[in-house]
């Protein structure tokens, strides 16, 4: 399976018996692609940077003879002007073919992915990216409602940040942003759920980051601790050397858009009265699996 993010680029291998998946090994690049959009359109650095590493992983799985290969992209192709142009040359040069997800496609992906093992029949499913965030009501592991919002982290962090770390100030606009595009959603807006089931890397870089700085937080984060998070980690005159060290450690790949994403986090957090955030580390990918190829 290769996911084409706007934050990352992963490749995954999985062995399949019957109903059983298991991965084998995954490999991932940093590309940030949603940073490579100016006015709507994915530049040529942005599909140069795609078609480099898809031709890399291409050339990993058959020298390897793993001939069954999936391919998908999400918002930041999804959303580009030029997307079937860019989908085209990224197919003529990598071999790699892409399917784009929609919105409501990557909800229901990130759902059946997520919920597969989870111990709740009923929650809220939240995956952020680097240029959407997906947001899933479920009751009974039944889809009630579903809604694909225009705001990720490596976008917010490109339109309000000026540092690789966001400032207080920064943080307030980029809430303010939130709480907007989240205030639209008439659907969502009697629902209330304490726990909070969270997918993708925002929420695993929290866990990572709370592991760190915290002494972990087993598979359950309360939202009091993701706020610590939040408050400590932004860009302030009296940022220690210590905390520059947690970040490297814990999150060395999303210094620049955890501290966003945590944003999101929040205001989802608070508009639904959330206490406890529970992290799957299925998602999308699994989902693709046990939707379209299982």
Same mark, same amino acid.
């Given at each position: 399976?290769?996911?084409?993010?706007?934050?990352?680029?992963?490749?995954?291998?999985?062995?399949?018996?019957?109903?059983?998946?298991?991965?084998?090994?995954?490999?991932?690049?940093?590309?940030?692609?949603?940073?490579?959009?100016?006015?709507?359109?994915?530049?040529?650095?942005?599909?140069?940077?795609?078609?480099?590493?898809?031709?890399?992983?291409?050339?990993?799985?058959?020298?390897?003879?793993?001939?069954?290969?999936?391919?998908?992209?999400?918002?930041?192709?999804?959303?580009?002007?030029?997307?079937?142009?860019?989908?085209?040359?990224?197919?003529?040069?990598?071999?790699?073919?892409?399917?784009?997800?929609?919105?409501?496609?990557?909800?229901?992906?990130?759902?059946?992915?997520?919920?597969?093992?989870?111990?709740?029949?009923?929650?809220?499913?939240?995956?952020?990216?680097?240029?959407?965030?997906?947001?899933?009501?479920?009751? &009974?592991?039944?889809?009630?409602?579903?809604?694909?919002?225009?705001?990720?982290?490596?976008?917010?962090?490109?339109?309000?940040?000026?540092?690789?770390?966001?400032?207080?100030?920064?943080?307030?606009?980029?809430?303010?942003?939130?709480?907007?595009?989240?205030?639209?959603?008439?659907?969502?807006?009697?629902?209330?759920?304490?726990?909070?089931?969270?997918?993708?890397?925002?929420?695993?870089?929290?866990?990572?980051?709370?592991?760190?700085?915290?002494?972990?937080?087993?598979?359950?984060?309360?939202?009091?601790?993701?706020?610590?998070?939040?408050?400590?980690?932004?860009?302030?005159?009296?940022?220690?050397?210590?905390?520059?060290?947690?970040?490297?450690?814990?999150?060395?790949?999303?210094?620049?858009?955890?501290?966003?994403?945590?944003?999101?986090?929040?205001?989802?957090?608070?508009?639904?009265?959330? &206490?406890?955030?529970?992290?799957?580390?299925?998602?999308?990918? &699994?989902?693709?699996?046990?939707?379209?190829?299982?």
């Amino acid at each position: 399976m290769i996911d084409v993010g706007s934050n990352t680029i992963r490749m995954a291998v999985y062995e399949i018996e019957g109903s059983r998946i298991e991965m084998l090994m995954k490999k991932k690049h940093a590309v940030g692609l949603a940073s490579y959009l100016a006015d709507g359109v994915m530049q040529k650095e942005g599909i140069d940077k795609a078609v480099e590493v898809l031709q890399g992983f291409r050339s990993f799985l058959q020298s390897l003879r793993i001939t069954e290969v999936s391919a998908f992209a999400t918002a930041a192709l999804r959303n580009a002007k030029n997307s079937a142009e860019a989908v085209q040359e990224i197919w003529e040069r990598s071999s790699v073919l892409l399917h784009i997800v929609s919105g409501d496609e990557e909800a229901e992906l990130g759902f059946a992915g997520a919920t597969h093992d989870l111990p709740e029949d009923t929650g809220l499913l939240v995956d952020i990216g680097g240029a959407s965030t997906e947001i899933v009501f479920f009751q &009974e592991k039944r889809i009630v409602r579903k809604r694909s919002f225009p705001m990720g982290s490596r976008c917010m962090h490109k339109k309000f940040s000026s540092d690789v770390l966001s400032s207080r100030e920064e943080c307030r606009r980029m809430r303010q942003e939130a709480e907007r595009i989240l205030g639209a959603a008439e659907e969502f807006r009697e629902i209330s759920y304490p726990v909070l089931c969270g997918i993708g890397g925002t929420f695993k870089g929290a866990m990572a980051l709370c592991q760190e700085v915290l002494g972990g937080c087993g598979s359950l984060l309360r939202v009091s601790e993701m706020r610590e998070l939040l408050v400590r980690f932004q860009r302030r005159d009296a940022f220690s050397e210590e905390d520059v060290a947690h970040l490297m450690r814990a999150v060395p790949e999303r210094m620049d858009t955890i501290v966003p994403g945590l944003v999101i986090a929040d205001v989802i957090a608070e508009r639904f009265n959330c &206490e406890e955030i529970r992290y799957s580390d299925s998602g999308v990918r &699994e989902g693709y699996i046990y939707s379209r190829i299982l």
